[in-house]
């Protein structure tokens, strides 16, 4: 468990508040949200994130197409992230790779990988969930195939079957 507790508050944008000064290029991508969201549950923290809503209570359309973005990879993938907490024997997070682990059952650890990650392409980490058997499943896809060599970890590149490739999130049973 972490020594502390921590919350990243942020906007999508450059401003607390609605600002119609605000133009495409000042909002955070759904990729880079999602990556900060990831990153901040696997190191032990929550991301509070802000919108700006118009008096009448309505989001700007590119707003609201992040927060579906955010949703529809949470509609799939959340069980990696909502009742988690870091995983803590990882000590070799990159910048595309990071881990969780269930805290309604410590048998259960999640890997997730960032956008970015070629589709086909094997993962390999070590110091993360290591599986019993061969069960691993890739959320929106199903099983996929493990091995365990000299404590690292290789799962088989496979394409998934989901357009929302932001970042994938593999189950693994400990």
Do not use: C
């Given at each position: 468990?972490?020594?502390?507790?921590?919350?990243?508050?942020?906007?999508?944008?450059?401003?607390?508040?609605?600002?119609?000064?605000?133009?495409?290029?000042?909002?955070?991508?759904?990729?880079?949200?999602?990556?900060?969201?990831?990153?901040?549950?696997?190191?032990?923290?929550?991301?509070?994130?802000?919108?700006?809503?118009?008096?009448?209570?309505?989001?700007r359309?590119?707003?609201?197409?992040?927060?579906?973005?955010?949703?529809?990879?949470?509609?799939?993938?959340g069980?990696?992230?909502?009742?988690?907490?870091?995983?803590?024997?990882?000590?070799?997070y990159?910048?595309?790779?990071?881990?969780?682990?269930?805290?309604?059952?410590?048998?259960?650890?999640?890997?997730?990988?960032?956008?970015?990650?070629?589709?086909?392409?094997?993962?390999?980490?070590?110091?993360?969930?290591?599986?019993?058997?061969?069960?691993?499943?890739?959320?929106?896809?199903?099983s996929?195939?493990?091995?365990?060599?000299?404590?690292?970890?290789?799962?088989?590149?496979?394409?998934?079957?989901?357009?929302?490739?932001?970042?994938?999130?593999?189950?693994?049973?400990?």
């Amino acid at each position: 468990r972490p020594a502390y507790l921590w919350a990243d508050e942020m906007t999508i944008g450059t401003s607390w508040g609605l600002s119609r000064l605000e133009g495409p290029s000042d909002y955070k991508t759904s990729q880079d949200l999602i990556n900060i969201l990831v990153n901040n549950v696997a190191l032990g923290g929550v991301l509070i994130l802000n919108v700006g809503p118009a008096s009448d209570g309505t989001i700007r359309p590119i707003q609201q197409e992040r927060l579906l973005d955010i949703g529809s990879w949470l509609s799939v993938n959340g069980e990696a992230i909502y009742n988690t907490t870091y995983f803590a024997t990882a000590t070799n997070y990159t910048d595309k790779v990071y881990f969780t682990q269930s805290v309604l059952d410590k048998s259960v650890g999640y890997v997730i990988v960032l956008g970015g990650h070629h589709e086909g392409e094997a993962i390999t980490y070590k110091n993360g969930p290591v599986p019993t058997g061969s069960t691993v499943e890739l959320f929106g896809h199903g099983s996929v195939g493990v091995s365990v060599q000299d404590g690292a970890v290789t799962i088989e590149g496979v394409i998934p079957t989901t357009p929302l490739n932001f970042a994938w999130a593999y189950k693994v049973q400990m």
